[in-house]
């Protein structure tokens, strides 16, 4: 499924996730393109997205599509991965990312995907990187955990480090191989330091934001890139709690601040 946005360069690039994860990716895009204008979409009243079948999800993702359009965006970056496994294509997408940065960073192509129960049952990540590299042996894991411990703004500490060893500790026990870490899911970066410390020296983590902000800066580099006399910025909006998804926010994205009122929208 493709959603036709419009070649105006003025427009904001549309972003969508469940809640805060996507933030993780409209961060990294702020870093390299500060005179973008985004438009944030957390659809908390339906979250989360990772358990749900993956017709639900499709579904959910279109009508976050279909809202972004309505409002005028110029490019749409799914920063979900459920969402980017088992719909809407061809458009930027995190699994592409994620896939793309394993590939390239593993050297024993044992990679290890954490994600959502959603994204590991579509077998996405398998598909992707096996189309990149095809010694490489993929174990995703569901971590379903994690995206609440993000929402509620619980990124370290003794409960994330043995919510991480439960689902994560015998994949990335020594002597398995892995050295890559795919944080598959857009909330997952928010915990990054719990799992690299238990990933080891050893494990390089990959996170999908900062490729699918290269990806980002690709496609808009020549005629759709933001006017030089633009000044860049980010709404956010939520289908739900607009005021505790600023709280959160706030708290895991300090550099956010000074931001407008979250917008409350339905689909
Ligand atoms: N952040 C999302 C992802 O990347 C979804 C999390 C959820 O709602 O379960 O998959």
């Known amino acids: 499924m493709s959603f036709q946005t419009s070649a105006d360069a003025s427009l904001p690039v549309g972003i969508f996730d469940s809640g805060v994860g996507g933030l993780t990716v409209a961060s990294a895009i702020r870093r390299r393109l500060p005179a973008e204008r985004l438009l944030y979409l957390g659809d908390l009243a339906r979250q989360p997205y990772g358990p749900k079948s993956a017709r639900t999800v499709a579904r959910y993702a279109v009508n976050a599509a279909e809202f972004l359009v309505r409002r005028g965006i110029k490019a749409l970056v799914v920063a979900c991965n ?100 795919v944080l598959g899911c857009t909330h997952f970066p928010l915990l990054a330091p719990a799992l690299a410390r238990l990933a080891g020296p050893g494990v390089q983590l990959v996170d999908c934001a900062e490729v699918t902000a290269e990806l980002l800066t690709e496609a808009l580099a020549g005629p759709l890139a933001a006017p030089p006399t633009q000044t860049g910025g980010l709404t956010l909006i939520a289908t739900d709690a607009p005021d505790r998804f600023a709280r959160i926010a706030q708290k895991l994205f300090p550099t956010l601040d000074g931001l407008p009122p979250v917008e409350l929208a339905d689909l």
């Open 82 to 181: 459920t969402a980017s496994a088992v719909a809407l294509d061809p458009i930027i997408g995190v699994v592409e990312a994620g896939a793309a940065g394993a590939a390239r960073r593993s050297v024993t192509g044992q990679i290890v995907v954490a994600a959502t129960e959603g994204t590991c049952r579509s077998g996405a990540y398998e598909r992707a990187i096996a189309r990149r590299r095809t010694d490489s042996h993929v174990t995703c894991i569901p971590c379903p955990l994690f995206v609440a411990l993000a929402e509620e703004g619980l990124t370290d500490g003794p409960i994330v480090t043995a919510v991480a060893r439960h689902y994560l500790g015998a994949a990335l026990a020594a002597g398995d191989n892995a050295d890559c870490l």
